[in-house]
T-cell receptor, first 109, second 113 residues
């Protein structure tokens, strides 16, 4: 069965730190790798990655995909308390999406 | 702009009862899906639909039914609730050309006693 594995499961950092979240996948019929942020309620979309080696960037967040090694990373620089959330990665395979368990990031002042 | 609307937000059921979680979107999205979220397990896909009249099973479909008679609505039915179905349920939608960019509803917390 296809599996999406995220690490670490939880992470505590201080404001200003840089963090790297990892996502590995094992899948056939791969279409895209996606990242979401979940605060109190519903997940919100961050990035969709389809091609290897092309970095997607939005402010202090960036992400890249390695289709040969089957992993993706999400980087957050100069973290703020507002970055505290669960970060979910998901693999889109044909028409369904499989999520990892998420990384719970806590940013302390 | 309402986006994806789920009702009810909270529900308590007894084992064996049936109920329907409603989901409606006003973005004319072709793709709609239902997920459940349990602690430590991320989001698991229950059922999805690529358009009106078309539905398919996801990762954990047992005990749930769906239908898609209109583009806007995608209800999830629990036929005979079990304690294992206690969870938070999310409905999500997206454009056909960007299935991964899901817009989620606010979730429905279901407790089965």
């Amino acid at each position: 069965e296809d599996k999406v594995v995220q690490s670490p499961l939880s992470l505590v950092v201080h404001e200003g730190d840089t963090v790297t979240l990892n996502c590995s996948y094992e899948v056939t019929n791969f279409r895209s790798l996606l990242w979401y942020k979940q605060e109190k309620k519903a997940p919100t979309f961050l990035f969709m990655l389809t091609s290897s080696g092309i970095e997607k960037k939005s402010g202090r967040l960036s992400s890249i995909l390695d289709k040969k090694e089957l992993f993706s990373i999400l980087n957050i620089t100069a973290t703020q308390t507002g970055d505290s959330a669960i970060y979910l990665c998901a693999e889109l395979n044909n028409n369904d999406m499989r999520f990892g368990a998420g990384t719970r990031l806590t940013v302390k002042p | 702009n309402a986006g994806v609307t789920q009702t009810p937000k909270f529900q308590v059921l007894k084992t064996g009862q049936s109920m329907t979680l409603q989901c409606a979107q006003d973005m004319n999205h072709e793709y709609m899906s239902w997920y459940r979220q349990d602690p430590g397990m991320g989001l698991r896909l229950i059922h999805y639909s690529v358009g009106a009249g078309i539905t398919d099973q996801g990762e954990v479909p047992n005990g749930y039914n769906v239908s898609r008679s209109t583009t806007e609505d995608f209800p999830l039915r629990l036929l005979s609730a079990a304690p294992s179905q206690t969870s938070v349920y999310f409905c999500a939608s997206s454009r056909w050309g960007a299935i991964g960019e899901l817009f989620f509803g606010e979730g429905s917390r279901l407790t089965v006693l």
